[in-house]
């Protein structure tokens, strides 16, 4: 076989390799929810696609150096608390500089099998969604908590406080009627909102 | 096919080697300062990126050790140590800056002002005023850094507020850079003849020079920009605070290519040196050349996946932001898979040099391998991309592949530079042992660490990523090591190498524009109008025919060659250095392995 012919096949193979890649993560790419992969994220703009519901809605505000949930527990607004199975758009922005709003789900909260998260830039609302899953054992165990850290480096000061220590905690409970009067109890009764609607 | 006569013009006369030696201490101190030759400002270059790798490497085991010794998820307390948390980030931010501005940059200038001028036979310095001004404003750039108190790394994320000694830093040192690079291509282009070519090693050279040239003046229009607005410290209002992702496409959209620098300045001796330990033309020289345009565009789209988060439609997102990082890949393993079919079934000699030109080349795939999966989404890609995964992913490129390829070419032409034959090839695979596999464990702990989710840049952990913090630190110990037994064996060389006869133009050379010329003629391209060099090099090699049927040879005893080095080390310091000793080494079977 030529030369030519041997290396225009592989590039061939190369390129066709590259858009599979794409491909297969396509659905993945996408600022709706995707119940295969569970998640869903982007870049608040005219032409986001309509939101499905039901989603629980949570604000996220990063700022230096802390995040505050609205709505949050009360008297601790770096932690909020949300049902399980039903996806949680966190609708992500920033104050001052460019913080990212990224749950940790390893280690302890090894639950998800994977991390998620957002970039928090000032000027733009990104937002991610994500459907919380913990197994009947997290619960147990209380372990159905989630650790979210500022991931894009936003400083320190010389006295130990800054981007290191910039994190927050979410609550999971289940979706049921035990769940609900925990998650109210907590939060005082200012619980997200769930959305039946389309958001658009 | 029979021998033709090479259409060139002979080589040089006289010229820079013919300029006479410094021989007094205030004559030697001004050839540093102002090297008229190329050959002593390329050695001038390499002495300095040593100087910066032990700089950066040093600022590098700190963090690692710190690190590596930390405990219930804490570093340990910073204050212990004598320094203040800004201090950690700001040493984080000085290994990166001066590893990757002075150690890659310094060092591949350092190959490539040598390179060129070899290669081509004009055996000139064209700009020498331009070319030592720009070193030492990088020289004093990169010390302005190193002082400049700034913890934020080279990400520039405005509008975080880094002092305005670190943006006047960097623009010393990009300027310096770029006088750099500009004489790099006066020595491209002097007294080039009309019916001259670039050869491979010197059309990577160029290409790279004009993508990165590009580049470095968007850096500095960003860095101007920073500087007169407000956040700049200068309080000028001239254009106001840059906005933020308007800012990052402007440092970033031609500036990402940069990574890419060293390793491109390189790229053609790489498949020079492949051709030359196998014996052979490269497979395809003229998809390489294609492969020259492609990369020379693609780099300028590696930028694009950080623009997943900017407010642009989402279908021009999906197309062009994420296949336009992922697809430089498709050149690079073209290139890769060149090199390995020729490489093939060769029977090279495996000296350290070529250790480290093929494990370059399994790190740049391992590592570009790995950075794949950042690409396809947004949600991917900025979880991934601010883990520990991406330490591990940058340190694959430019520590094993870089670096790597630096060292195979550098224990190829370093010894030529100094005159002298390598003193120790048990200290140069003492180096790649220590090399690939100490980088190596940093490389994978990361990896690790990162697919885990340990975001980078942090001070506090859970504790199962300690045990990967460990091995990154024992990595880093020895790939640090390894770098000592380097530097001691370049000493060692100049000290106490053989002397090999002042050659008038490297075998090397000869041999890949032959092997070169001899893949055109292979493929048909060879056009006799055209020279790639002034030196008189053969044409119209014929390949070794291979026979009908192999006959199984006779085993043949290997020959053991001792080669101490602490026996060396002794003898060479064994003053007086008696009549014995000299005898001694003639017969010594280990040093004439190395005269050979």
Redesign the interface.
Known sequence: MKRRTVLLAWTIVLFVAVLVLEVVYTPYDNSGYIQANNVGEGVAQADRPPIEGPYQVVFVTCEQWQFTFYPHVAGAPTATVVQANIPVLFIVRSADVTHGFYVNTAGAFATQGFQFGAMAVPGYIDYVVWNFQPTAAAYTSGESLYHVQCSEYCGVTASGLGHPWMDAIIFVVPNNSTGTTMQSTQMDGNVPPILNGTLT | MAQEPVPNNGPPEGGPDSHPQPTTIEGILWDILYSKNYKHFSLKLFCFGMIWLFVAGSFGLVLRTQAGFSFEGNLLP?EQLGY???AY?QMMTYHAVVMFFGTIFTTGFSIAFYAVPTIRGTKKFAVPQLANTGHWLVVAGLLMVMGSNS???F?F????KAPSSFYVAELVQFIGDELLIISLLAQAYVDKHPNEKFSLPVSFIVMDCVAMGIGIITILSAIVWLILSPLGGFNIDVFAIP???VFRAAFWFESHPLVYFGAFLVGGLTVWFVMIYSKRPI??ER?IRYIIAILFVLTMSVYVHHMA??????WIR?VFA??AT??I??PF??LW??CLITLKYSKPRWDASLLFLVAAIAGNIVGGATA?PLQ?????D???H??MWIAGHIHFMMATFTLGSFFAVLYYIAPELLQRRLYSQGLAKFHFIGWTVGMGALEAAFKVQGA?????????W?S?YEPWFQMAMIGAWLAGLSVVAFATNMLMTWRFGDPIAPGVVPKWVIAGLALEEQSRIN?GTYNSKYTYSRWPYPVGLQPLAEPETVEPREPIAPVIARQSVLDKVKRQFSFPRSRKNIDGAENDPGRADLRQ
Not at chain 2, 157 to 160: E, F, N
Not at chain 2, 309 to 314: A, E, K, R, S
Not at chain 2, 376 to 380: D, G, L, Q, R, V
């Open positions: 910073l203040t948390t800004i980030f913890q934020y790394m990400t994320l405005v509008p975080l906005n933020v992702e497979y395809s998809m988060t900017d407010p642009i439609p989402i999906d994420q296949v992922e697809i890949a498709v393993v073209l898979t060149i794949e396809p989404s947004p949600a991917t900025f979880t991934i601010n883990t885990e989710g340990l975001v980078r840049r942090e001070l506090v859970f199962i493929e």
